[in-house]
């Protein structure tokens, strides 16, 4: 499944549909992108990877920076959605939001190591436009984490809420520099205990 599909998955709850080539063609993109940066891969080096002459890939995208927008775009669009979903399902109860967007953000780390190393290293390849736009949906998806925590610290600023938003986002997209000596479960499990115990703690005023 790719990235798009994975996030769109993770907001509906659906399996993926079968994937096109087109698919296929953007998950290869996006592990070389991941594994050499933007600038260390050709169309001609995707090309090889996916089996096609570097040309024909123009059939399905115009470039390597509109790979960049179709594999970024839909996860960020993903996020917020699920993340939303995930707030929203739980009022009242910031504590049982929390650990919801938690697990969902996990998983979503875990499975998308490699997007998750573009969005660090290689959003700002991205023309103007694009990258506001994928700007405005992690705000959007940041500002879910704040309402939540914000309820589960009565009095905690807006402010501080993003900066432990922004803290909790640092461990659980850990995952493009964790080892397999773990397992996936015991990675999740870890995951979900530190991002929690780290949201949870008192704070002083």
Request: no cysteine; net charge neutral.
């Amino acid at each position: 499944m790719t990235v798009e599909q994975q996030a769109r998955a993770r907001t509906t709850g659906g399996a993926g549909r079968r994937r096109s080539r087109k698919d296929e063609i953007l998950e290869i993109a996006v592990g070389l992108f991941a594994a050499r940066g933007y600038h260390g891969v050709s169309m001609d080096d995707i090309g090889a990877a996916a089996g096609v002459t570097g040309p024909a890939l123009y059939h399905h995208f115009a470039g390597k920076e509109a790979m960049l927008v179709a594999a970024l775009i839909p996860v960020s669009e993903g996020l917020l959605a699920g993340g939303r979903e995930r707030a929203a399902a739980h009022p009242g109860d910031p504590r049982a939001a929390l650990e919801s967007l938690i697990d969902f953000h996990v998983e979503f780390a875990l499975a998308n190591p490699a997007v998750i190393a573009l969005h660090l290293h290689e959003l700002d390849r991205l023309p103007d436009e694009p990258r506001r736009r994928i700007r405005r949906l992690q705000r959007l998806y940041v500002e879910e984490w704040v309402t939540v925590l914000t309820g589960l610290h009565p009095g905690m600023p807006d402010g501080e809420a993003r900066v432990l938003a922004h803290a909790a986002f640092g461990l659980m997209n850990s995952t493009p520099f964790l080892g397999g000596e773990v397992d996936r479960q015991r990675r999740a499990e870890l995951l979900r205990a530190t991002t929690l115990a780290a949201l949870l703690a008192p704070v002083r005023s």
